[in-house]
């Protein structure tokens, strides 16, 4: 058993959602994700620095965005709990993979990589529309693509990867984020926009 900062006594399973959906949350994962989508594209280690730069546009760059409106008391945590203020944040991201998206057409990309990148800004898209009527999970859709991106530039091994992404959709379910409805949804959104882009 745990005990926060307001003395609240958390179940066990409660505390352990909290580890995986901060160590599992999409910052980390698009950085892992995409270095090893970059090598993959490329062939070598020259994607490594366009796997860093689709890091950056689509994971470090929205998380810093959040982390700065934090600290400005814009919201209690990285989640925005509130549905109807997470608008912006998708504004922020959907800016940075198309700039990033930009960079890499005009610097001669591996093709690999730049799908995945279009592939994230039309996921983003479609959760900025379904957003303002339902709250679908950005967490687990992020887990979902990753998962499927690597398995389209890598191997079809990565699928067991899908594991994670159940232990994302389940954190976020534990800590009353999501229903299991929304990380359904925002896992099939994930898997549908990557097999779109990278098997159409």
């Not at 995409?34 to 760059?61: E, F, N, R």
């Not at 198309?98 to 959760?127: D, E, F, N, Q, R």
């Not at 009353?176 to 099939?188: E, I, N, S």
């Amino acid at each position: 058993m745990t005990t926060d900062t307001t003395g609240t006594t958390a179940a066990p399973d409660h505390a352990l959602a909290r580890r995986v959906t901060d160590v599992l949350q999409p910052r980390n994962l698009l950085l892992v994700g995409m270095l090893a989508i970059g090598l993959a594209a490329a062939g070598d280690w020259t994607g490594v620095p366009w796997g860093l730069l689709g890091a950056l546009c689509a994971g470090i760059v929205p998380a810093g965005y959040i982390e700065w409106e934090r600290g400005r008391g814009t919201w209690g945590d990285r989640h925005v709990v509130d549905r109807t203020k997470r608008a912006p944040i998708f504004f922020v991201i959907l800016g940075s993979i198309g700039a990033g998206s930009a960079v890499m057409l005009l610097g001669g990309a591996p093709t690999g990589i730049l799908a995945a990148m279009l592939a994230l800004w039309a996921m983003t898209v479609v959760l900025l529309a379904v957003n303002t009527v339902w709250k679908i999970s950005v967490d687990a859709s992020v887990a979902s693509a990753v998962v499927a991106l690597l398995a389209a530039v890598h191997s079809p091994w990565w699928l067991f990867g899908y594991a994670m992404t159940a232990a994302v959709s389940w954190s976020r379910v534990a800590l009353g984020y999501h229903t299991v409805g929304q990380v359904t949804a925002g896992t099939a959104l994930g898997a549908a926009t990557a097999g779109a882009f990278l098997f159409g």
